[in-house]
């Protein structure tokens, strides 16, 4: 009860400092996101899903941009969320496929981006089985929203 306590307070920390530019409805679904991953990180350590989810004890930013930047092999190609994102979320990317524009990552640039929760977790969904296999664990996705949070 202790640990949840704690990763809930931290979830409303991490929302504080957010940037200007991010909108309230943006800071609205991106504090229920890191709350509601913050409860069931804490259920993923109990039921020992993930041994990295019980080493997981707090989001940082850090850990959002490797998980963003990281290399994920399959069928002898290499993916990443910034190959079709770009290396820098504030930019526009473009589909690794289809080759059409995406908009801009960061929320702090993309007032549409984060302002349904719904969305957000279908987007989550889809794209951690394309990069995956799986979804993604609730500290991924925390770690993920923490890191958009702080570019500016």
């Known amino acids: 009860m202790k640990r949840m306590f704690i990763l809930l307070t931290m979830a409303g920390f991490i929302v504080l400092p ?6 309230a409805k943006q800071t609205e679904v991106m504090k229920q996101l890191l709350v509601s991953y913050g409860e069931k990180a804490v259920e993923e350590a109990k039921n ?22 990281q290399r994920r092999s399959w069928q002898e190609n290499d993916f990443t969320c910034s190959g079709c994102h770009t290396e820098d979320p504030r930019k526009e990317g473009k589909h690794i496929e289809t080759k059409k524009p995406i908009k801009p990552l ?29 979804d993604c664990r609730a500290y991924e996705k925390a770690n993920f929203l923490t890191y958009l949070m702080s570019v500016k």
Do not use: M, W
């Open 18 to 23: 957010v940037h200007a530019e991010i909108t």
């Open 48 to 69: 020992k899903k993930s041994k990295a989810a019980q080493n997981q004890t707090s989001f940082t930013v850090a850990a959002g941009r490797e998980f963003y930047l």
């Open 106 to 134: 960061a929320p702090s640039v993309n007032p549409e981006r984060f302002t349904d929760v719904k969305k957000v977790e279908k987007n989550f969904t889809e794209h951690c089985y394309d990069l995956h296999d799986r």
